[in-house]
């Protein structure tokens, strides 16, 4: 067929794709309808997760399945807007690689508040003035975000969801050229996982400390002689030059962040749960712990330590584990760790991503 046939077709293609989005569409602001006249939650994550398994299933190709999931994330958004408007915080200013996070989750048709803290991200979903927020948990080099840990001591939110982000560092500025750089700008944790890099190309350049990425890129971009480490999302959004990409030092370079809101997930069968506790304070008390989740066969994928602040060498353990709170082996476990543990609290069970 010639190239005008073919096109022909595609618009055909074109406009039935566009009749079943909007049918579909309708039907979504029926649930729309029913989730808030039962004051239901409009985001369902374990529904999420259904969709996105039951869409790669329906595909034979050529489109690769992981294509169609960034398809189906931008059709979700959509469904989410039309249901109810959400509002998603996340650690600002723009070009973070939490916004990339929440992004990655929640798509561009849902509304995104920038906050300049981590606190202000809890403080703006207790306040209700956002629905969800994304905050970052830990990075496969840098380990735990504290602050992060801090916040879920006190906090009545529930973790709902959990993203894993890939990350890519730039250096950027206004100018081309490395040699004409005087200072780099970015966040500690980020010229720790570029460190070698910087070693070798970046000797006799001041490395100054920022509280993000983005904020990195815009003094970068306001300061002549000034340099960034940041996403390559802030290229465009603060007009810089790239002068070097992919500068981590090693390419399995991975963030988790986490989704926090009022939303409690449902069991999907492929669950984890978060759990922060302190131990009592006697003989074999963390060993004691340890117990319950070996008698009931869970595994366990992270164990952190922090300080409670309150009284010295007095710390909390949180705790992420495989399975739902409602699975029935989890729950012995938990009723268990009680027994053992003070102040133990279940910080959510969510589907794992």
């Known amino acids: 067929m010639k190239i005008i046939e073919i096109r022909k077709k595609i618009d055909d293609l074109d406009k039935k794709i566009v009749g079943l989005l909007n049918g579909r569409a309708k039907l979504i602001t029926d649930i729309g309808k029913i ?3 039962n004051n239901k939650s409009i985001y369902v994550p374990e529904r999420e997760r259904e969709v996105y398994r039951k869409i790669k299933s329906y595909s034979k190709g050529p489109i690769p399945k992981e294509h169609l999931e960034y398809i189906y994330r931008e059709i979700m958004s959509s469904s989410l807007a039309l249901e ?7 650690l600002g200013p723009e070009a973070t690689f939490t916004q990339l996070a929440a992004l990655k989750k929640f798509g561009s048709s849902v509304k995104y508040i920038e906050c300049s803290v981590i606190t202000d991200i809890f403080n703006e979903v207790e306040k209700g003035n956002a629905d969800f927020g994304v905050v970052p948990i830990e990075n496969s080099f840098e380990g735990a975000v504290n602050h992060t840990l801090d916040m879920f001591v006190d906090s009545e ?22 040699k004409e750089l005087k200072k780099i700008y970015s966040k500690s944790e980020v010229f720790g996982q570029c460190r ?10 001041d490395l100054i400390e920022v509280s993000s990425t983005a904020r990195a890129a815009q003094i970068a971009a306001e300061e002549k002689g000034a340099g960034c480490i940041a996403s390559k999302m802030a290229k465009d959004i603060y007009g810089l030059n790239t002068i070097a990409s992919l500068i981590e030092d090693a390419p399995c370079n991975v963030t988790r962040f986490l989704v926090i809101g009022e939303t409690l997930a449902q069991p999907t069968g492929k669950d984890k749960t978060s759990v922060v506790f302190s131990v009592k304070d006697k003989i074999g008390a963390l060993h004691a712990m340890l117990i319950p989740f070996k008698r009931h066969g869970i595994n ?24 739902h709170c409602k699975d029935i082996k989890v729950a012995k476990a938990l009723a268990e760790l009680s027994d053992v543990t003070s102040n133990l609290k279940i910080l959510g069970s969510y589907p794992r991503s």
């Open 196 to 205: 070698k890099w910087l070693e070798s190309n970046a000797r006799g350049i």
């Open 157 to 178: 939110l529930s973790i709902c969801s959990e993203i894993y982000l890939k990350i890519a560092h730039c250096l950027m500025s206004k100018s081309k050229n490395i």
């Open 35 to 37: 989730k808030r006249k």
């Open 300 to 323: 366990l994928t992270k164990i952190e330590s922090r300080p409670s602040k309150k009284r010295a060498w007095d710390y909390y353990f949180f705790v992420d584990l495989e399975g």
């Open 84 to 90: 109810k408007e959400i509002t998603v915080a996340f």
